[in-house]
């Protein structure tokens, strides 16, 4: 018999305990509340951004792969970006509901390199046409023309050398246009040397004007003619650039041309110049050998040549025999009065020359 059956039988068991107290429950947590629902936002400009990448990405490809495809006109629609951004912001704008907009900086300014990368790409066919190599090819082969196209003409003209400019205005040209294509816009320069001297302008404007004779037969539009010539001791040069100088007889031209004599005080001088330089000295000399109480002698029937020859002679009068003629600098003036107050011509040594005082003996 176990122990616990014999203390059963005894009745005498474990002593009774008392009433169990209730268990205490941990206090529960407060239950957190739903979280609240996300607001949605809404890029704007995102879109635009990827409707540009996606046309010109296209564009280039089809430029590639389709030889026709005129990709500047794709360029030149570029501004249509912006007006895509802004139709874009303005739906956004009334159709914002419960979503918040946020402008996709980002995207915008992608959208504006695009824009202008568009534009810099339609410019530069059209600076390349005006700027490029078959410009300048097209022009030169016109001045080539030009000069072959003259030349049986003009080589009985004594011609020593011909150069032609030839300048084609606007963007759009033919490369193998011809010189009757050439319009009055365009820009079509004849420069011409004679070859060997002439003794005055007269002789040099007849040259002249048989060389525009024949440049006239050829239908071109030349803007002008520059005609040049002379030797070591006399320069002749003549400018033709309006209509009515292509009408000009030889005479006319010869007014129109000019005419360098070089010396060796003063180098380079106008023939007017010159001739007063002249007409000063002759009668400076002929003062300082003549006596003074003479009259002065009529010396050319031009009025500025005669003037200029008396103050050439008061001013040797004044200087007396045995002294230089001033070659200029402060020696005094001479014949800038000659021509009158509108065709003064101012020349070295052409001041009045004051009194020289007497050698000592």
């Known amino acids: 018999m176990t122990q616990e059956h014999f203390e059963d039988t005894l009745g005498c068991g474990p002593a009774p305990q008392g009433p169990v107290p209730p268990r205490a429950e941990p206090a529960s947590a407060p239950q957190a509340s739903p979280p609240a629902p996300r607001q949605r936002v809404r890029r704007v400009g995102t879109f635009t951004m990827g409707v ?3 046309v010109a990405g296209l564009s280039i490809c089809a430029s590639l792969i389709l030889p026709g495809f005129d990709i500047t006109l794709v360029a030149k629609l570029a501004p249509l970006v912006l007006v895509a951004l802004g139709f874009e912001v303005l739906f956004w704008s009334t159709h914002q509901g419960s979503m918040k907009i946020k402008y996709d900086f980002m995207s915008m300014f992608v959208c504006f390199v695009l824009l202008c990368a568009s534009i810099g790409a339609a410019a530069v066919p ?3 046409r005006y700027f490029g190599p078959d410009r300048q090819m097209t022009e030169n082969r ?3 023309e030009l000069v072959d196209a003259a030349y049986p003409a003009l080589k009985s003209q004594n011609l020593r050398n011909m150069s ?8 759009e040209f033919d490369t193998d246009m011809a010189l009757s294509q050439l319009t009055a816009q365009d820009y079509v320069g004849v420069t011409v040397t004679l070859r060997g001297s002439f003794d005055d302008t007269d002789g040099f404007a007849a040259a002249c004007r048989g060389v525009l004779d ?3 037969g050829l239908e071109v539009p030349i803007r002008y003619v520059d005609f040049f010539a002379g030797d070591e001791a006399n320069h002749y040069a003549l400018s033709v650039s309006s209509r009515y100088d292509w009408d000009a007889s030889a005479a ?3 007014e129109m041309a000019s005419h360098e004599v070089y010396t060796e005080n003063e180098g380079w001088m106008e023939e007017q110049d010159y001739q007063l330089q002249q007409a000063y000295e002759e009668g400076w000399y002929l003062a300082a050998e003549s006596d003074p109480a003479e009259p002065v002698p ?3 029937e031009s009025a500025v040549l005669q003037r200029a020859f008396e103050m050439g002679w008061n001013a040797g009068c004044k200087a007396r025999e045995g002294y230089e003629l001033p070659t200029g600098g402060e020696s005094g003036p001479g014949p800038e009065d000659a021509a009158g107050p509108e065709e003064a011509v101012v020349m070295p040594g052409d001041a009045a020359v004051e009194a020289v005082p007497e050698a000592e003996s």
């Open 52 to 54: 540009a990448l996606i």
């Open 126 to 128: 059209t600076l390349w």
């Open 142 to 144: 016109l001045a080539n």
């Open 164 to 171: 032609v400019n030839v300048s084609l205005t606007g963007v």
């Open 214 to 216: 024949v440049l006239r």
């Open 252 to 254: 006319q031209l010869a």
């Open 298 to 300: 009529e010396w050319s």
